[in-house]
Structure formats: structure tokens, C-alpha cells
């Protein structure tokens, strides 16, 4: 057993510093297999050339209406100081789909309960998105813009 310099949280001067730390070669830890994967999209979507602007969301299986095709903006951390755009982070979901007058999808919020509610009055810090029609494969998803200009 030796000591090691290592690099770990300070608490006390809210930073990363360096330490020293008693111990010898640890044990390779085993990786655990995740329960659940993330994923940037919807199983059913991809992102490609739109001929609204620039690239879209599209649907590559038909889609029924009123499914929630996954989150779309959290807000972002009062420390963050105002860094991203209306205060929320986009997600690919968010980032990459396109405004319409007439949209096929809705933004919804995910509330305390972990259900989707209409965004009446923005009381959460999450945003989904979530069909407002079935969806027909090759689909452009949109909705229509609250957040940004369209």
C-alpha cells in the first residue's frame, strides 16, 4: 500500500482539487449491465434532410396519436446563468424538430407524477413531445413553436 495523488471534489472550496489517498492498486470493479439504455430518439424516428429547414424529425414505422415521443427541453440550472437559449436545453428530439401552423404533435410537460399534461401554464422543468395524430411512416414530426421564433 502507497499513497496516490488523485484529483476529487473539495467540498469545503466547492472545486475540484488534489488529494492524497492511502491505498494500493484497487480491485477492478465489475460493469454492471444497465437495466434500461438510453436513446436520443424514439425508436420509430430519425433525424434526416427536411424540406422545411435544414434537417428534421421523421417517423420511419407509423406512429399512433397521442404517443409520447420522449423528452424534448429541461430547464436548465439557475447556475448555468442563462447560457442556453429561453433558459431550456434541447434534447436531439428538440433541437432537431421543426415549427408548423399546422402540426402533427404537441409539447407536453412531465409532471411530478411522471404523466404528460398539456403545457397550459409551464409548470415543470421538463417538456416532452406527443402526438396529436397518428403519424404516417416518413412523416415530418412538428409542432408548433413556444419557445422560439418561428
Do not use: C
Not at 492524497?20 to 424516428?45: N, S
Not at 421538463?126 to 412523416?139: C, D, F, H, L, P
Amino acid at each position: 500500500m502507497s499513497y496516490s495523488r488523485v484529483r476529487a471534489w473539495d467540498p469545503e472550496q466547492q472545486k475540484m482539487g488534489w488529494v492524497m489517498r492511502w491505498g494500493g492498486i484497487p480491485e477492478p470493479k465489475t460493469r454492471e449491465e444497465p437495466t434500461a439504455e438510453y436513446k436520443a430518439l424514439h425508436p420509430d424516428l430519425t433525424i434526416k434532410d427536411s424540406p422545411i429547414d435544414g434537417l428534421g424529425v421523421f417517423a420511419v414505422a407509423e406512429i399512433p396519436k397521442d404517443t409520447v415521443l420522449g423528452i424534448s427541453h429541461v430547464e436548465q440550472y439557475a447556475s448555468a446563468g442563462g447560457r442556453y437559449h429561453s433558459g431550456f436545453i434541447r434534447t436531439p428530439l428538440g433541437g432537431f424538430i421543426n415549427h408548423s401552423d399546422t402540426p402533427n404533435s404537441r409539447k407536453v410537460q412531465l409532471a411530478d407524477d411522471n404523466t404528460y399534461r398539456p403545457l397550459n401554464g409551464l409548470t415543470s422543468a421538463t417538456m416532452a413531445v406527443q402526438t396529436s395524430k397518428n403519424i404516417r411512416e416518413g412523416e415530418e414530426i412538428t409542432v408548433f413553436y413556444t419557445l422560439y421564433a418561428p
